[in-house]
């Protein structure tokens, strides 16, 4: 595949291993995705019980996941509703706000543009006119972190959304304790403990925007296996301290690497970095060729790297930047 067509499919977001098998064919299998910022050790979650995945969600259960995700918050658990994922909360949120002019950064998680534009919205890139502000913080892809203050002075003069899903590592940044009024908070599962697919998330907000939100959603916003994974994830606070510091370790070591490969770090969290180069057209195809698949963007010149799990996926990825293939 040309590099231009490659980098274009790739572009909009990260996981596409179908796409990547089905431009690289002759890439060696399986892929090692670094396309996301996923954590590759995911948390020992338990599973639910036989009995749990027969039946219907059970509101107590519910209510129970939701209390124990506030706890790890800092918020009411009244202020706080679980979601299939902080995807599906970025897809409802404009029909639950219902504003016409939000302002979104151009340099930031694209789906969110996607969902207001969706719903009719006419998309600004300063908060000072519009009717609501939406901030990914930190930022992906750059990691940069918006002023609290800024965002809780726009709290009260228009709806304010913070996309908080990459702030579980470092999670003094967050502001999910003074969601309310206008202040919406979101928040990702999948992310840091590793277990994307099973599409659970979270908003923190006012009680009028929470009732909205779960008549909107109904009874079962969330399935019994994303239920049994967080109640025990959200109380296992030593297997947190232990990854964030992981996480902070693995991602100097990815820095290492991709400064060996003539890359420079321009930003990130723990969770992935975004790095800069001349020749990264070059670098993403010849990762994709070796079954290494990181996320390219419309700048031609930016790579976003995810962390490598295992010692083998390690050694491959160190492989493959250097050009050293089997």
Known sequence: MPATAALDTFSRHGGRLTAAGAAF????????DLSTGINPRPYPAPRATLAERARLPQPEALRALEAAAAQAFGAPSARVAAVSGSEA???????LLGVGRVAIAADTYGGHAEAWRAAGAEITGSPVAADAWVVVRPNNPDGRVAEAADLLDSAAKRWTVVDEAFVETTPQLSLAGQAGGRLVVLRSFGKFFGLAGLRLGFVIADEGVIARQRAQLGDWPVCAEAIAAGLAAYADVAWADRTRARLARDAQRLDLLLGRAGLEVVGGTSLFRLARGAHAPTIFQRLAAAGVLCRPFDDPHLLRFGLPGRPADWARLAAALSGDLP
Do not use: N, S, V
């Not at 064919?25 to 090692?32: D, G, M, R, T």
């Not at 909360?89 to 029909?95: D, K």
């Open 89 to 95: 909360a970025i897809r409802m949120l404009p029909g």
């Open 25 to 32: 064919p002759a890439a060696p299998q399986p892929w090692l």
